[in-house]
């Protein structure tokens, strides 16, 4: 993949099958929504001229046992299990999207948020490098996003949400953006 300006890329999106977001719903529901959750998305990243969009094609629930901190707001995922998922994503050409759940209406990212996705990405970025990758939490009721490129490292935030049919990538519909939040039934 050719080196990525993050100046010339004009529309970031986000698309995943319906299938894809039932499972993310199903890991969130087993917690009762009081207390956040992780869950590492596995993308193709597309360039198509000045739009990038990465399609969330599967997820890796993080289980329990990876997690070192997991409390009503504030969770920590063991860097030897984010590694792994890393590797992964390299080897097998996908991008990186790490999720994680807010157990409240809001999705807007805390300042421990904005710190852990940093380092975060700052270590995928240096495994796979000239690509884009993202961060995405989730409220109970809304998806707040980020696409991350290294040239330097830098996000920007999404502008589209989509929900693509499961057999195909026919949009079923787009999810309305309020205050940078991504609003969902």
């Known amino acids: 993949m050719k080196r990525l300006s993050i100046d010339s890329i004009r529309s970031h999106s986000l698309s995943m099958k319906t299938g894809v977001l039932e499972k993310i719903r199903?890991?969130?529901?087993?917690?009762?929504w009081k207390i956040e959750n992780s869950i590492i998305g596995l993308a193709k990243p597309n360039l198509n001229s000045?739009?990038?969009?990465?399609?969330?094609?599967?997820?890796?629930?993080?289980?329990?046992?990876?997690l070192l901190i997991r409390e009503h707001s504030h969770i920590?995922?063991?860097?030897?299990?984010?590694?792994?998922?890393?590797?992964?994503?390299?080897?097998?050409?996908?991008?990186?999207?790490?999720m994680h759940s807010h157990p409240y209406d809001t999705a807007v990212p805390s300042r421990a948020d904005?710190?852990?996705?940093?380092?975060?990405?700052r270590k995928v970025l240096e495994r796979i490098p000239n690509s884009f990758h993202a961060t995405i939490i989730i409220g109970m009721r809304c998806?707040?996003?980020?696409?991350?490129?290294?040239?330097?490292?830098?996000?920007?935030?999404?502008d589209h949400v989509y929900i693509t049919?499961?057999?195909s990538d026919t949009i079923l519909y787009e999810l309305h953006c309020i205050d940078h939040q991504f609003k969902y039934a």
């Open 26 to 32: 199903e890991i969130l529901d087993k917690s009762e």
């Open 50 to 66: 000045a739009i990038s969009t990465l399609s969330i094609s599967k997820i890796i629930s993080v289980p329990d046992t990876a």
């Open 76 to 98: 920590c995922v063991n860097p030897e299990f984010l590694l792994r998922a890393i590797k992964f994503c390299q080897k097998n050409g996908f991008s990186f999207v790490f």
């Open 114 to 121: 904005e710190i852990a996705e940093e380092g975060i990405m």
């Open 143 to 158: 998806i707040w996003g980020r696409i991350w490129l290294d040239t330097p490292l830098r996000w920007v935030p999404l």
């Open 165 to 167: 049919d499961d057999r």
